[in-house]
T-cell receptor
Framework: DSGVTQTPKHLITATGQRVTLRCSPR?????VYWYQQSLDQGLQFLIQ???????AKGNILERFSAQQFPDLHSELNLSSLELGDSALYFC????????????FGPGTRLTVT | GQNIDQPTEMTATEGAIVQINCTYQ??????LFWYQQHAGEAPTFLSY????GLEEKGRFSSFLSRSKGYSYLLLKELQMKDSASYLC????????????FGTGTRLKVLA
């Protein structure tokens, strides 16, 4: 158990819908990262937050947005869902000391039908 | 561009030693990380290298050559439970820090 929690574990929804994925980082970690992993694909970095502020952006679609709240939990919002958005979505948090290794949550498996 | 290359699949025998290579080209460099990921599960942190050389951690060692953009993960005394994907990731520095992951090397350990 990494200490990072994600809900829900599974999500099945239809095309065109909107969903929200939730993540709570490990106690003491200020950074939260979101990744997408499609079948047989590598982890694609979406976005990073640090202490409530957006820190870095990867290949995140305009239909996707995220935020980090004062209690440091984060939410990833996916809207106008398409079949191709079906994937595992991981959240990770990183330690505050160098080398800032990341610890991953168990992931949310999203299936868009 | 940013690119990380790893072999797609490798097979080895229980008790043997296997070396998984990773080459990278990134904008800036602030550390190389190895993660293990079992199918359908979250990646777990294995090791990191910031300076050139070998870092040893039990049955796992990782090597880095920054001038060559090259790293490897060495697994000794392979066990069946080591069957997993091994992800190489670079913490790149291009304005802000970003983690760039390779697509992973799927290792099968045979009895």
């Amino acid at each position: 158990d990494s200490g990072v929690t994600q809900t829900p574990k599974h999500l099945i929804t239809a095309t065109g819908q909107r969903v929200t994925l939730r993540c709570s980082p490990r106690s003491g970690d200020l950074s939260v990262y979101w990744y997408q992993q499609s079948l047989d694909q590598g982890l694609q970095f979406l976005i990073q937050y640090y202490n409530g502020e957006e820190r870095a952006k990867g290949n995140i679609l305009e239909r996707f947005s995220a935020q980090q709240f004062p209690d440091l939990h984060s939410e990833l919002n996916l809207s106008s869902l398409e079949l191709g958005d079906s994937a595992l979505y991981f959240c990770a948090s990183s330690v505050v000391e160098f080398p800032y290794e990341q610890y991953f949550g168990p992931g949310t498996r999203l299936t868009v039908t | 561009g940013q690119n990380i290359d790893q072999p797609t699949e490798m097979t080895a025998t229980e008790g043997a030693i296997v070396q998984i290579n990773c080459t990278y080209q990134t904008s800036g460099f602030n550390g190389l990380f190895w993660y293990q990921q079992h199918a359908g599960e979250a990646p777990t942190f294995l090791s990191y290298n910031v300076l050139d050389g070998l870092e040893e951690k039990g049955r796992f060692s990782s090597f880095l050559s920054r001038s060559k953009g090259y790293s490897y993960l060495l697994l000794k005394e392979l066990q069946m439970k080591d069957s997993a994907s091994y992800l190489c990731a670079v913490r790149a520095t291009s304005g802000t820090y970003k983690y760039i992951f390779g697509t992973g090397t799927r290792l099968k350990v045979l009895a």
